[in-house]
C-alpha cells in the first residue's frame, strides 16, 4: 500500500497540479521540536516529568467567527527521537462525547484532535494525516491535492493513549477534558522523506474537533486562512524544527 502512495505522490509532483508555493518561514507559526532524553510512555497521561522536555505547549486559536460551539482550550507538544514522532494534547472539555470505535471511520465528526504532517514541504500535493477521537479510535490517511482522502493508506506501529476526566456521552453532567498521546513511527514516511536529523523542517498543523452540531467548533495551531472552518491548506502549515 505504501508503494500505491508513493506512485500517486510522483504523479501530482511531476503534473504540476500545484501553482501555489509555501508561506516564507516569517509568516508561519513555528515550533521546535526536541529531541526525547528518556522514554515517552504512551498512555494518555500527559506525565510533566516526560512532557518537560518538550518545548512550551503551543495553544489552539478560534479563527472562525461563524462557529457557535464554546471555545474550550486545547493545548499540544510535541518530542522525537530516531524513531518516532511524539505529540500529547491536552483538551478542555465540559462535555465530552464520540460515537465511533473502529479504525478509519470518520472520527472527526466525535470529539477528536488532529496531526497533519508534510515530511517535503517544498511540495504541496500531499501530506499525511492521522486523526484520534476521545474513544481512542485512529482514522490515518494521504492526503492528495488537499481534497482527496485516500484510507487505504494505512500507518503501521501507531501508538495511542486516551485518558477522560469526565464521563463519556453523558450530557446531563459537567466534564472537565481529556488528554491524548500519540508515538508515530518515522517509517510510514519513508516513501517521501527520510527520519528527521536536528535541523530538518517539516510543516503541520494539528487541530482539534470540538463538540456536536449545531454547537460545535474547530481549532488549530496554524490558521489555515480558509472561509470555512476547514483545516486542510497546507501553504498554511506551521514549521516544526526539529532540534537536539
Not at 43 to 56: C, F, I, K, R, T
Not at 113 to 120: G, P
Amino acid at each position: 500500500m505504501k508503494t500505491m502512495i508513493g506512485v500517486t505522490v510522483a504523479l501530482f509532483l511531476l503534473s504540476g497540479s500545484q501553482g501555489v508555493f509555501c508561506q516564507t518561514a516569517a509568516q508561519r507559526p513555528r515550533y521546535e521540536v526536541r529531541r526525547a532524553v528518556a522514554p515517552v510512555t504512551i498512555d494518555g497521561l500527559v506525565n510533566e516529568a516526560e512532557w518537560s522536555q518538550a518545548s512550551p505547549a503551543v495553544e489552539f486559536i478560534f479563527p472562525w467567527a461563524q462557529q457557535t460551539g464554546a471555545k474550550q482550550k486545547t493545548h499540544a507538544r510535541l518530542l522525537w527521537d530516531d524513531a518516532n514522532l511524539y505529540v500529547a494534547y491536552e483538551v478542555e472539555d465540559t462535555d465530552i462525547v464520540a460515537q465511533f470505535t473502529e479504525r478509519d471511520a470518520w472520527v472527526y465528526r466525535d470529539d477528536t484532535v488532529e496531526i497533519f504532517l508534510n515530511v517535503r514541504p517544498a511540495q504541496l500535493a500531499g501530506y499525511y494525516a492521522i486523526e484520534l477521537n476521545v474513544r481512542g479510535a485512529l482514522m490515518d490517511y494521504f492526503c492528495a491535492d488537499a481534497q482527496f482522502y485516500i484510507r487505504k493508506f494505512q500507518m503501521e506501529g501507531v501508538r495511542q493513549g486516551i485518558q477522560i476526566d469526565g464521563t463519556l456521552n453523558q450530557s446531563e453532567d459537567r466534564d472537565r477534558g481529556w488528554s491524548g498521546e500519540l508515538a508515530i513511527p518515522w517509517d510510514n514516511f519513508s516513501d517521501m522523506a527520510r527520519a528527521p536529523q536536528a535541523g530538518t523542517v517539516f510543516t503541520a498543523n494539528l487541530n482539534r474537533w470540538d463538540g456536536v452540531e449545531p454547537n460545535r467548533r474547530l481549532s488549530v495551531w496554524a490558521d489555515s486562512k480558509l472561509e470555512r472552518p476547514h483545516p486542510h491548506a497546507p501553504a498554511q502549515f506551521g514549521d516544526l524544527v526539529f532540534v537536539n
